[in-house]
């Protein structure tokens, strides 16, 4: 079974194969006439330029860290320089991902809009294979730079680490991964959300066009922001979300190696089971993208559900027979047993918890569904309404999901202890490939309307299009609300990793320090979402200036909105005069510069939240000691979680909203359409949404897992020292009174792990006296072992 261990790459190698093919595939389609060709150019180069721009500010924070992460590692017992090594790699794989995902991603948005001209299935293809290009590539690229690194680790350069050491040095990896994310999420959600204001404001409500119109400025940097936001953004967030769990698990696992090692069994089993189940649901999320397949005017969210339906039912099958052959039957550790059977049925919880988050979601951010419609009704009486509507769904939203990961922790722990929660995390996250290529699907849909309508292509193929973006929307809000459940489960799992490396047994809230620690971690996510909201709000505002002066001051721009308000917008009954009037502003509006307010206001907005997400817990952790950082680790996740499933699901509402109204809907006799006054209202908010669902609500996942994962790095260096640890041992021995004796012996390398009250019975004495026995059980923790422990039983 040990050879198993030089496999594992094997699976991440196929991935990446596969993404190769598909992209050669996608560019080998027709791209169209050459108007539809020159709008496509302008994104990608909008798209890249702001990728590069990006990662030249990423580059010079990748290389501080490293340098202080090298000394740092230098100087520590259970780490080691190697550990500036894993972050760097870290940070290249998450880079790498974004940037392979925008790359198909601006070549399959045109392509799509010329295959609607055809049919929707064919659109939907194309849609799709751009999406499972950065679907597959993100795991395959965790998949192949966490084995590879562990391989090269614990085989070649650390022969005389020991697995602890190697797991912190390899921990370095997700913290790479994570810095980059963030800033990614948050760059990337302000760019977007300040060309998006700009081209709805001013272009729907102010000027009376669609935001995708050709005399709109902000509609080039508006579809940039589709690509910059959801698909690098989302991809670097579930890449860290991915290898976030993957390492936590791998930590865990570690606790149970002398335990295999008595039984005679693979002793690493446990610490590569999680990469065993990610390269699986490489392999049935490469599978399950082949069953997505679509008739002409059929449901295209049914088609992307059958793929994610068959890639989970496989992944049940196969990792029941992974978990039976990697792990024993049962096994103990610390008084409790294990079995693989609870393993995989912790696996099997994070799978259902992952799906069942997912359809929540769908329900309160979906097209016609009653929320939804909710916000529809009450648009009528105006923006005040419509918001206060989109603010109680949001709210409500919260509840199930909350419900559904408090039920997971539970069982999880239940099936396998924190092991099991880790495991959970990974069987949640094991169809990412799948589930993030349905979620890149989406921008890539918006991109293929807007350039349907950019380049005046018939109705029915904008028609076409709409409907594909209709699902990508839906599609959108569940993946932000499957990266919210992950991320709790994630964060949980490193929390948990964090305590076994930092030695803390359990945190007791009654401590000063740790209730600090719980309410300052309580309050950074309403503080990350107001810096996310305010810079949005700066840019939103730059860039309506520009757009409003570009409609005063271009004769020709102003001339052709005077003809559109003339004819309602419907060009078709125009006169030749006014026609000629109108072609004669095509492509006079200045792009580039609505790109570059955009693209100078993400770099400079994106540096505060991000590092403030890696400072505060390394002062906490530094300055006030491990269990006041477990307090803030606990605190933000918390209320992390709430505010990123409130943010993510009223914003996905609120645009849902204004899209079934500028579809024309009719409810209760009333009509709902574009150009009325619940239009305006829906486009209000919808545009306060904006920011939540694309900047501040998903930033939030990887904040609470980005501050787990600074604490598991920093764990080694502020962990509980042995005499910390006898002097806790001396407070418990005095509370619970326990007698000396031949059994219970205290050394300076030894601690008590917990001291419980095992038994309680009541006795009647030959005189009729009540007596109350107590059976207290003492387990002892070896320090320099790690792992073995010790029970004695005294009776009082």
Request: net charge neutral.
């Amino acid at each position: 079974m040990e050879n198993l261990v030089y496999y594992l790459p094997l699976a991440g190698v196929i991935g990446l194969l596969f993404t190769f093919w598909k992209s050669s595939w996608v560019r080998k389609q027709e791209v169209g006439n050459e108007k539809m060709a020159s709008i496509a150019k302008n994104i990608a180069d909008g798209a890249m330029a702001f990728l590069k721009a990006e990662y030249k500010v990423l580059s010079v924070f990748v290389l501080a860290v490293a340098v202080l992460l090298l000394f740092k590692g230098m100087n520590e017992h259970d780490s080691n320089g190697y550990v500036a090594l894993s972050f760097v790699i870290g940070a290249f794989s998450s880079a790498l991902a974004g940037f392979l995902g925008m790359r198909i991603a601006t070549k399959a948005n045109v392509r799509t809009t010329n295959a609607a001209r055809e049919s929707l299935n064919s659109a939907l293809k194309i849609a799709f294979s751009g999406g499972s290009v950065m679907g597959l590539g993100v795991v395959a690229l965790g998949v192949i730079g966490l084995s590879v690194l562990f391989i090269l680790y614990y085989y070649f350069l650390g022969i005389n680490w020991g697995i602890v050491a190697v797991l912190n040095v390899l921990s370095g990896f997700s913290l790479g991964a994570s810095s980059i994310a963030l800033f990614a999420r948050v760059g990337g959600g302000i760019y977007t959300k300040a060309a998006d204001v700009g081209a709805d404001l001013v272009g729907k409500v102010e000027a009376g066009i669609p935001e995708d119109h050709p005399l709109n400025p902000a509609t080039i940097a508006d579809n940039v922001g589709d690509n910059v936001g959801d698909v690098a953004g989302m991809g670097a967030d579930l890449f860290e979300s991915f290898v976030g769990s993957i390492i936590a698990t791998m930590v865990l696992g570690a606790s149970f190696v002398p335990g295999f090692k008595d039984l005679g069994f693979f002793e690493l089993g446990a610490i590569i089971l999680p990469l065993a189940l990610a390269g699986t649901g490489i392999i049935v999320s490469l599978i399950g993208t082949f069953f997505i397949k679509i008739k002409e005017g059929g449901n295209p969210q049914k088609a992307l559900n059958a793929g994610e339906l068959v890639s989970a039912l496989l992944m049940i099958i196969f990792s029941f027979f992974i978990i039976r052959y990697m792990l024993p039957a049962s096994w103990s550790l610390n008084g409790k047993t294990f079995s693989s059977m609870g393993v995989f049925w912790s696996t099997i919880v994070g799978l259902l918890t992952g799906l069942g988050v997912g359809r929540i979601t769908e329900y309160y951010t979906g097209t016609g569904k009653k929320p939804v419609l909710s916000i529809v009704k009450q648009s009528v009486t105006g923006a005040a309404t419509n918001i206060i509507a989109g603010l109680g769904v949001g709210m409500l939203s919260t509840a199930i999901p909350v419900i559904l990961i408090a039920v997971a922790i539970i069982l999880s722990n239940y099936f396998a202890g924190l092991y099991g929660i880790a495991i959970a995390a990974v069987g949640m996250l094991a169809n990412t490939g799948i589930q993030l290529s349905i979620d890149a699907y989406g921008p890539i849909s918006d991109n293929a309307g807007g350039i349907a309508e950019m380049s005046n292509l018939p109705k029915d193929v904008r028609k076409r299009t709409d409907k594909l973006d209709a699902v990508g929307n839906t599609t959108a809000a569940i993946g932000k609300g499957f990266a919210i459940a992950s991320a709790a489960l994630t964060a949980l799992a490193l929390f948990s990793a964090f305590m076994q490396q930092a030695r803390i047994t359990s945190i007791d809230i009654s401590q000063s320090k740790v209730m600090a620690g719980l309410f300052l971690g309580g309050v950074l996510p309403f503080v990350f979402s107001a810096l996310a909201m305010g810079a949005v709000g700066r840019a939103a505002m730059s860039m309506i200036e520009e757009v409003r002066r570009q409609f005063k001051s271009i004769p020709a721009l102003k001339n052709a909105l005077e003809v559109m308000k003339k004819y309602d917008g419907d060009m078709d009954k125009a006169s030749e005069e006014d026609k000629k009037i109108f072609d004669a502003a095509d492509g006079v509006a200045e792009y580039g510069k609505c790109v570059a307010i955009s693209t100078q206001a993400s770099l400079r907005e994106m540096v505060l939240p991000g590092l403030m997400a890696i400072i505060v817990p390394a002062l906490v952790g530094y300055i006030g000691g491990a269990e006041m950082l477990g307090g803030l680790l606990a605190g933000v996740t918390v209320t992390g979680v709430l505010m990123a499933i409130f943010q993510a699901n009223a914003g996905g509402a609120w645009d849902n909203a204004k899209k079934m109204i500028e579809e024309g809907i009719e409810i209760n006799g009333v009509e709902y359409k574009k150009g009325t006054e619940a239009h305006k209202a829906a486009v209000v908010g919808d545009t306060v949404g904006d920011p939540f669902k694309d900047t501040s609500g998903p930033s939030i996942n990887i904040l609470i897992k980005l501050m787990s994962i600074v604490a598991l790095v920093i764990a080694p260096s502020i962990a509980i020292t042995n005499h910390q640890l006898d002097a806790k041992e001396m407070k418990m021995e005095s509370i619970v009174n326990v007698q000396s004796n031949d059994d219970y012996e205290v050394s300076a390398n030894s601690f008590v792990l917990d001291t419980i009250i095992n038994k309680t019975d009541t006795i009647i004495d030959e005189d009729g006296n009540m007596q109350i026995q107590q059976t207290v059980k003492v387990r002892k923790l070896d320090i320099k072992e790690g792992i073995s422990g010790k029970s004695t039983e005294k009776k009082e």
